[in-house]
């Protein structure tokens, strides 16, 4: 089977910046399995916690029905032993592969191994691990977190004039999606001298718990001039206690391409998102399984693309039939 190394490939993408290393159209790929997809196939989610997930879980369901798959998904709640047994009570249940969204990189090795011991193939979607895995379908999370830093310091002055504090608002424990957001967003952040990242603690890309963190934050640390959450819906939760406690002027930016965040763009109430469709993750991630248990060519890992949405070319992305902004 043709497959590719992560070093060779991360080496591809930082020469072809942006762009995706192998991006497929899901929908193209789609005709090529109906009908002959007689497979039962897991998917463990992290969480259910916020419309980026829930839209995962969706999107599955139906394309499985679509494709004709035994499909069963089970949400973990944020807990990695309930994860891990999850994942062993599939294995138990007959499944052929397993799609998984793990909560962190490490903790659910236990049951990729007990995976490997039943030759059931793993495709991580979303966020990776840190090994046992057969592919991994994602988006290049430290380049979105990159870019939404480079258009913030832009839209703050450049990185001679920019100044203030940024206040960041992080994601789950551990998590690979997490770290990679944070490390590309800090690193354009690094490039102006006069900017200050204050981290909050860890909100788990929800929307309540940011704005706990959030109200925290305001109270310690004046001088505030932009939000960087590591999804659209913690920004946003950030966003509802800034215009609750009438702080104004500050720029309001995060990951995923929310609709609701683009909309809000469109209305001048937020700044900057990256796009993360998790339609076509999940997609793109059931093509790579059934690719896998059908012995066909298969990337080990799938790049399924980004791009920053402000102001200045909103007008493309919004619909709000969509829960989140389609890859143009």
């Given at each position: 089977m043709k497959r590719k190394g992560f070093l060779a490939i991360l080496t591809a993408m930082a020469m072809i910046g942006s762009m995706g290393v192998c991006v497929y159209a899901a929908d193209d790929v789609m005709a090529?399995?109906?009908?002959?997809a007689d497979y039962k196939i897991g998917f463990s989610q992290c969480t259910l916690a916020s419309p980026f997930y829930v839209?995962?879980?969706e999107v599955a369901e139906d394309y499985a029905k679509q494709l004709g798959v035994d499909f069963v998904c089970v949400s973990a709640d944020d807990d990695v032993t309930k994860?891990?047994?999850d994942i062993n009570d599939m294995i138990s249940s007959g499944i052929n592969a397993l799609i998984l969204n793990p909560i962190n990189a490490e903790g659910v090795a236990p049951a990729i191994e007990a995976c490997q011991k039943a030759d059931i193939p793993v495709i991580t979607v979303d966020r990776n691990v840190n090994d046992g895995n057969t592919a991994y379908v994602g988006r290049d999370n430290e380049e979105m977190g990159r870019l939404v830093g480079e258009a913030l310091v832009e839209e703050l002055g450049g990185k001679d004039k920019a100044e203030g504090k940024i206040l960041e608002i992080q994601g789950t424990a551990g998590d690979t999606v997490m770290m990679a957001r944070r490390d590309g967003f800090e690193s354009a952040i690094a490039e102006a001298p006069g900017l200050e990242v204050i981290q909050s603690a860890y909100c788990?890309?929800?929307r309540?718990?940011?704005v706990t963190a959030t109200q925290d934050l305001l109270q310690n640390n004046d001088g505030i001039v932009a939000v960087y959450g590591h999804n659209d819906d913690m920004s946003l939760?950030?966003?509802q206690v800034l215009q609750e406690k009438g702080v104004e002027g500050v720029k309001v930016t995060g990951v995923d391409g929310l609709m609701e965040a683009v909309i809000a763009i469109k209305d001048g109430k937020y700044s900057i998102t990256t796009m993360n469709d998790p339609g076509s993750l999940l997609k793109v991630a059931m093509n790579t399984t059934l690719k896998v248990l059908n012995g066909e060519d298969y990337e080990e890992f799938v790049d399924a693309g980004t791009g920053v949405i402000d102001s200045s070319n909103v007008d493309d992305y919004v619909d709000?039939?969509?829960?989140f902004a389609a890859m143009k």
């Open positions: 090529d399995y109906t009908g002959k839209t995962m879980k994860q891990n047994n788990d890309y929800t309540s718990k940011a939760g950030a966003a709000d039939s969509l829960a």
